[in-house]
């Protein structure tokens, strides 16, 4: 028997068996209900989802590749308990996030419904620094400038203490859409940095090797610091000596330690590191390296007591520049990451979502203090 009906194209259907549409349309939302079930199940396998996010995300991702649509229904509570084994608590508490964030409307015993489809923006974001300084500023400077107006981010600072760096991630986590992170190269940073959804991570600034596919805009130091002072080998040669001031127990990366050493040996530069500058003991005729800028003012300033040029009686070399370091003094010869170019990129990464794995370029700006 075969039916008028050519509903969904059941025309073409089999002569044998009666269709109707409401058969149809039931088929339909059984095969919707699987696919947010799908999309909900995929994430089960990455680190740091616990079973509430994994409701949550799945959701969202159901949403963002058109699943449902704005005012479907979604799956039951006590439909979540019996196809995936989860507890009605955790159901309820992802639901309650969902109608928070705005992404899903409860309507009064008709169950949960789509509330938007618009999910593909992080409203929420959480950025984690090293401290408050210069660089940090200009990065949040950018940041912001290149960010939607909609998207609210809260900034967070570790000051390089792991036990800071881990009660902010305890605190965070579940509670943003998105993490940005520059994280301590310490032994406890990969196990702290599993708990947070790794596709939702952006590790910035300094890489530190996690489990997983994590996207990063990190710095490299070795190569860039060695290239650095090759560049500048004709001018420091004219110094005596070549002085690095690094604090032991500093954020200093190793691997400009590592690349000081090795110029010294391979352009036969005479050099030593020192653990700090004493104030008041700059000699003409030597060269010093700093990354600290309270060091580096100090010593400008007791150039200035002793009536020494800088650029011609003592030379400085600076890390990381910033608008003061190209006014003072004519200039402070520096090298430094394009924190600009970071902070936009790392706007472009909450915005679109999309995996990144980039190297920021290392400038080095050649001025009269060298």
């Known amino acids: 028997m075969k039916s008028s009906n050519s509903y969904l194209g059941q025309d073409s259907l089999p002569q044998d068996r009666i269709y109707s549409p409401n058969l149809v349309y039931l088929d339909l939302e059984n095969t919707t209900m699987k696919e947010i079930y799908d999309k909900i199940l995929e994430l089960e396998g990455i680190p740091g989802y616990s079973k509430h ?18 005012n479907d229904m979604l799956p039951s509570v006590n439909s979540m308990i019996k196809e995936l084994g989860v507890a009605r608590e955790t159901v309820a508490k992802a639901y309650r996030e969902l109608v928070s964030r705005g992404i899903v409307e409860s309507k009064n015993r008709m169950g949960y419904y789509v509330a938007t489809s618009d999910v593909n923006r992080p409203t929420q974001v959480a950025l984690v620094l090293f401290n408050h300084g210069s660089l940090q500023e200009v990065f949040l400077k950018y940041f912001r400038a290149h960010l939607p107006a909609e998207i609210h981010f809260d900034t967070f600072f570790h000051h390089n203490k792991i036990e800071n760096f881990e009660n902010i991630i305890q605190s965070i986590l579940g509670k943003y859409s998105m993490y ?30 996690i489990d997983g596919d994590f996207s990063h805009i990190t710095q490299e130091f070795e190569q860039t610091t060695y290239r650095a002072f090759a560049d500048l080998n004709d001018r420091i040669q004219r110094y005596d000596e070549l002085i690095f001031f690094h604090h032991v127990a500093s954020s200093t990366p190793i691997e400009i330690v590592k690349s000081f050493k090795r110029y010294l040996k391979d352009f036969k530069m005479k050099g030593s590191i020192r653990t700090e500058y004493i104030s008041g003991s700059v000699e003409k005729g030597k060269a010093y390296f700093t990354l600290q800028n309270i060091e580096l003012w100090t010593l400008i300033k007791d150039c200035k007591e002793k009536g020494l040029t800088i650029g011609k009686d003592v030379g400085i070399i600076s890390h990381n520049d910033d608008l003061i370091k190209e006014i003072v003094c004519d200039g402070i010869t520096t090298y430094s990451a394009d924190f600009a170019l970071l902070a936009q990129k790392a706007a472009d990464f909450v915005v679109n979502s999309e995996k990144i794995k980039e190297t920021i370029p290392t400038i080095l700006k050649i001025r009269n203090s060298l």
């Open 53 to 70: 996010q994994q409701l949550v995300q799945g959701i969202i991702n159901a949403i963002d590749d058109k699943v449902v649509s704005k």
């Open 180 to 209: 940005i992170i520059t994280p301590i190269p310490h032994p406890k940073t990969r196990e702290i940095l599993r708990l947070l959804p790794i596709n939702k991570l952006l590790m910035i600034d300094r890489y530190e090797p």
